[in-house]
């Protein structure tokens, strides 16, 4: 199977041939965001019946580096704390990106030029926080807490980092130093067996997603093994945690053991990422088990969430989800991707190495399904973003090594792929792509707040990638 699959790794490492996969948002100098890519390349619009405008030039450039964790990748420059990296945050202010490490069970942490887009990781100690209680050289340890951490989210305020840790079933609090952008531990939560001096959690037991609602009043966050959606409110001061009472504090496809108390929704069979929508009305849930989008729905007084009733409490590819609606595309739903103007949605089918593309209903945050795009070189796709402007939208594909990108109709939302080949897709090795260095088993894609620049991290097993790409500045 092509997807990272929890049920099947004790490890849960990304193997040579699975990646996470991320999906590139770039917002040209604040009109587009562009593709990844090691040189400018130029992309042609042969939609003449579209309602979007054709942009004429991608200026991507790499003149800032990369990190490896070994000098390999075309990456002579290394890191700590950076291997088979999972996901990528910027902050607010611009002035630090943060990275997810899952077999190096790290946190990394990197000052940012704002005028070149290139990195520096922290002074020792913090160029890293790590799992073990002897740390890579520079880093710090946090010890039993960050055991393959698969996800971050950074607080709109940029006060707060939150980690998804999924060895560990953990989610990890830090504070960030607007200064020096140095994390410091806060509080965590547990899911499974008792860590340190983490409080209990229900919900989520192979901790693998997190989001911060637009607002900072809310921190959600997926549970692979626990099969279910968990929900915290926020205290914006401290960036502590408390979950919301009762059966609104979680949500489970089946409401067994731990998450007898949680309220059972479908479409959340072993999910992976998920995204709220920009108006804070909707959260969206990747079910890799369930080859599902689950939505939810936000009462905007009192923030509980309810799942839509039938047939729209989810939408999936193939059988078996009652309460839902059938949509090709989204077998092995990995990732999804929401436009700026929350009026399509897009769901990642890591299996079937597609994108399932829905518009939405923005009273009730029901999906309906529309044209998917036909693409090429996007196998095993794991993440997805679209564009500022909403006029382009980007997918990662570990199994090829690279992004693919499409321009949206904005009318519509349809997806289509540009042309010509090489404008396409951008990867690591040659696949007909215009080929950058760093890009080998994509895990997380981030852009700056200014929209020039565009971070990937990535590498399979022991390695590990970061990648600056550069608008021309």
């Not at 999804?336 to 890591?350: F, L, M």
Request: charged content about 10%; hydrophobic content about 35%.
């Amino acid at each position: 199977m092509a997807g990272r699959h929890r049920h099947a790794r004790a490890s849960r490492g990304r193997f040579a041939w699975l990646g996470a996969a991320v999906l590139i948002v770039l917002y040209l100098g604040g009109f587009t965001q562009m593709p990844v890519s090691s040189a400018a390349f130029t992309a042609t619009t042969d939609n003449s019946a579209s309602a979007f405008t054709a942009r004429a030039t991608f200026g991507l450039t790499q003149t800032a580096g990369c990190f490896s964790d070994n000098g390999s990748g075309g990456c002579p420059t290394t890191a700590s704390g950076i291997a088979n990296g999972a996901a990528v945050v910027v902050s607010p202010d611009g002035k630090n990106v943060y990275t997810a490490s899952v077999s190096g069970n790290a946190v990394a942490a990197f000052s940012r030029n704002a005028t070149t887009g290139g990195l520096t990781p922290l002074a020792n100690p913090n160029a890293c926080l790590s799992n073990a209680s002897s740390p890579p050289p520079n880093c710090s340890s946090a010890t039993g807490l960050l055991s393959q951490v698969w996800d971050l989210a950074i607080s709109p305020d940029g006060k707060h980092v939150y980690a998804a840790a999924y060895g560990s079933s953990t989610l990890v609090v830090f504070a960030r130093n607007a200064t020096t952008g140095m994390l410091s531990y806060q509080s965590c939560l547990y899911g499974n067996s008792a860590v340190g001096s983490c409080t209990s959690a229900r919900g989520i037991a192979g901790a693998n997603g997190v989001v911060v609602s637009p607002d900072g009043s809310y921190v959600y966050v997926t549970g692979f093994n626990s099969k279910a959606l968990a929900v915290f409110a926020r205290n914006t001061t401290s960036g502590a945690l408390t979950q919301t009472a009762g059966a609104n504090g979680c949500f489970t496809l089946t409401a067994t053991g731990t998450a007898a108390t949680c309220t059972v929704v479908y479409g959340i069979d072993q999910p992976y990422y998920l995204r709220t929508s920009p108006d804070n009305r909707s959260i969206y849930v990747a079910g890799y088990g369930s080859n599902a989008i689950a939505v939810l729905q936000r009462n905007m007084t009192t923030g509980v969430l309810t799942q839509p009733s039938a047939p729209n409490g989810c939408v999936y590819t193939g059988t078996g989800n009652a309460n839902c609606t059938g949509a090709p595309g989204l077998t092995g739903a990995w990732h999804i991707g929401i436009s700026p103007d929350g009026a399509t949605v897009y769901g990642v089918g890591n299996t079937s190495s597609s994108v399932g593309s829905f518009s939405r209903n923005a009273s009730t945050g029901v999906l309906t399904a529309i044209a998917n795009p036909t693409v090429r070189a996007m196998t095993s796709p794991t993440g997805m973003a679209v564009s500022p402007d909403g006029l382009f939208a980007f997918v990662s594909a570990s199994g090829s090594g690279g992004v693919a990108v499409f321009r949206r109709d904005d009318s519509t939302g349809v997806l289509t792929q540009v042309t010509p080949n090489a404008s396409g897709c951008i990867g690591a090795s040659a696949n007909g792509c215009t080929t950058g260095s760093g890009l080998s088993a994509a895990g997380g894609i981030a852009i700056s707040p200014d929209g020039r620049d565009v971070y990937v991290v990535g590498g399979a097993s022991a390695r590990g990638y970061v990648a600056v790409l550069n608008l021309t500045h």
